[in-house]
């Protein structure tokens, strides 16, 4: 079983839908929750970053973790076209260790978003 | 501010051959992670360096390689290639050691025929 589980999607919504991203983790000592936006031949994007529990929002994306449930979301509101691309949930745990420097990501969700 | 740089963008070696792939991180980053990621593995971590240490080490075999210098530049190599090892390689930057928080370069292809 994977440390983080991501569904691959591929997800399709029309413009201006509400999209929800999803990802499950086993790994209790994950603090830190990122997720990442990748367009075809390029390198992710960081597009939030969270500590613990809790929700952010940055203009159209909301990100939301429930550490009890072990389960983190990131929200698009009024989803574009320019939104199209791969998704991916990234985690890691307090520094020290084994976490020095490491992220341990989903297998990313490809979303496409048509006019 | 620029980003994350790597070079070369793009490389084709055959089997048993050897390469070194560079990263420049965002000026005032003094750590630099490394990825590997292909269409079945997705994103793994390789390692990580911070004032020219590696700090920490993915579970990938010692042909996998790494080094950092003075000024925080950093190249990985990787000896004896094999098939597998055709991925995109991701270099990503933060501002010190143990913040999580990273920036991704645009990587560099490697394909082995």
């Known amino acids: 079983q994977k440390e983080v589980e991501q569904d691959p999607g591929p997800l399709s919504v029309p413009e201006g839908a509400i999209v929800s991203l999803n990802c499950t983790y086993s790994n209790s000592a994950f603090q830190y929750f990122m997720w990442y936006r990748q367009y075809s031949r390029k390198g992710p994007e960081l597009l939030m970053y969270t500590y613990s529990s809790g929700n952010k929002e940055d203009g159209r994306f909301t990100a939301q973790v429930d550490k009890s449930s072990k389960y983190i979301s990131l929200f698009i509101r009024d989803s574009q076209p320019s939104d199209s691309a791969t998704y991916l949930c990234?985690?890691?745990?307090?520094?020290?260790?084994?976490?020095?420097?490491?992220?341990?990501f989903g297998q990313g969700t490809i979303l496409t978003v048509h006019p | 501010k620029a980003g994350v740089t790597q070079t070369p963008r793009y490389l084709i070696k055959t089997r048993g051959q050897q390469v070194t792939l560079s990263c420049s991180p965002i000026s005032g980053h003094r750590s630099v992670s490394w990825y590997q990621q292909t269409p079945g593995q997705g994103l793994q971590f390789l390692f990580e360096y911070f004032s020219e240490t590696q700090r920490n080490k993915g579970n990938f075999p010692g042909r996998f390689s790494g080094r950092q210098f003075s000024n925080s530049r950093s190249e990985m190599n990787v000896s004896t290639l094999e098939l597998g090892d055709s991925a995109l390689y991701l270099c990503a930057s933060s501002i010190t050691q143990g913040y999580n928080e990273q920036f991704f370069g645009p990587g560099t292809r490697l394909t082995v025929l």
């Open positions: 990234a985690m890691s745990g307090d520094a020290g260790g084994t976490s020095y420097g490491k992220l341990t």
